[in-house]
């Protein structure tokens, strides 16, 4: 399998280029040397941090702009030296959005390349499959792209996550939909692991805030479904519909609601990017979304005015996904500011732990040895006119 990699500022072309040259370049000579099973030498060369995650399928456009947003935060923190002169640099592998695919790629990664960490995971599949492999190479995983409670039922001792769970999201979307007098929800949930894992905590969220379960459907994957699932929903008069789906299956759910509900939808915060924007154009006008940052475009705080200078940098988008990838990846940067250049996976893992409370410019995380997960930070947004934004 071949190796795409990002390479050192210095050697690379701009930003706007690069995601061609993550998938045409095939390995490096200095990962090509390494045997089965290496491990990253403390304090020597540039610093590998391995990414799997969809390049292609149909979740890729979804996430190509958080890859964006992680590559812009590198690329500003290895123009500035790096960490102690040593550049970070991604291997990225594709993996399709495929928890086997995923698990593979982590191996390779691990075993033949040998990366320090693995970065930016995303697919509730396809962390669950990882978290064991994680614990046999003690290979530090941080940031994922799941909120699901399921892989922060225990504490894992090489996962660190950047973003709130789910639950934390529910919580803020029943509790708004009590408030404004629309408690009677119904529920399209995505049919795989992420929508049925959830089923069971929105259902107890709903009954908790005081709101009523009008009824649920499961929608398929490919949103195909779509027009079946809302038709099956409006016999059950809800006042609002929260959709437990990502990807292609919100585009063709907002779509059917309008036919045949006509009620607002409530989303979560991976359920809206970008791709699913403009997609839908005009059609987005209404959905409710759970964010779990600030608004990238309100530069009241260092770290809003310190991403928007970088996405003009490398001539990107200003939008919650950018920041998602943006904001994720300096997490990762000061964790490994933290371990300093000798960094090794251990002591990555230690100086996670020991961030405490970091402030990256306005917007906090907690971490500590009780506590990998940093953030718990839930707001609401809606679309307005022009897909844009506005809380």
Request: hydrophobic share 45%.
């Amino acid at each position: 399998m071949t190796t795409p990699l990002v390479l050192p500022t210095g050697q690379r072309p701009p930003l706007a280029h690069r995601r061609s040259l993550m998938l045409a370049l095939a390995g490096g000579a200095a990962l090509a040397s390494l045997p089965a099973g290496a491990q990253p030498t403390a304090g020597k060369g540039d610093i590998l941090i391995g990414r799997s995650t969809a390049l292609s399928g149909g979740m890729a456009p979804f996430l190509s702009p958080i890859h964006a947003g992680q590559e812009a935060a590198i690329e500003d923190a290895n123009a500035k030296g790096g960490i102690g002169g040593r550049k970070i640099r991604l291997v990225s592998l594709d993996d399709g959005f495929d928890a086997r695919r995923a698990l593979e790629n982590a191996k390779q990664l691990n075993e033949k390349d040998g990366v320090l960490a693995l970065f930016g995971m995303a697919g509730t599949s396809q962390v669950m499959t990882l978290l064991p492999y994680l614990v046999q190479a003690k290979l530090p995983l941080i940031s994922v792209y799941t909120g699901s409670p399921a892989i922060r039922a225990q504490q894992h001792p090489y996962l660190f996550t950047t973003r709130a769970s789910y639950a934390d999201e529910l919580v803020k979307i029943v509790r708004n939909l009590v408030a404004v007098q629309s408690a009677r929800i119904a529920v399209a949930f995505e049919n795989n692991d992420f929508g049925k894992l959830l089923l069971p905590l929105v259902e107890k969220t709903i009954a908790a805030e005081g709101a009523t379960l009008a009824g649920s459907h499961a929608l398929a994957s490919s949103g195909e479904d779509a027009n079946e699932a809302a038709k099956a929903l409006a016999t059950q008069k809800p006042q609002a519909v929260l959709l437990v789906a990502a990807g292609p299956s919100v585009v063709a759910y907002v779509r059917a609601n309008r036919a045949h509900l006509g009620v607002p939808i409530y989303t979560l915060s991976l359920g809206a990017g970008t791709a699913v924007l403009q997609a839908l154009g005009d059609e987005a006008r209404g959905l409710a979304v759970a964010r779990t940052g600030p608004s990238p475009t309100k530069p009241t705080i260092a770290l809003t005015r310190d991403f928007q200078a970088s996405m003009k940098r490398y001539n990107k988008p200003v939008d919650y996904d950018h920041y998602t990838g943006y904001m994720d990846a300096r997490v990762l940067i000061e964790g490994l500011r933290a371990a300093g250049p000798g960094v090794t996976r251990m002591s990555l893992a230690q100086a996670m732990e020991g961030l405490g409370n970091l402030d990256l410019g306005g917007f906090g995380y907690q971490f500590s040895a009780q506590n990998h997960h940093g953030s718990n930070y839930v707001d609401i947004a809606v679309v307005g006119s022009g897909g844009v934004f506005r809380q």
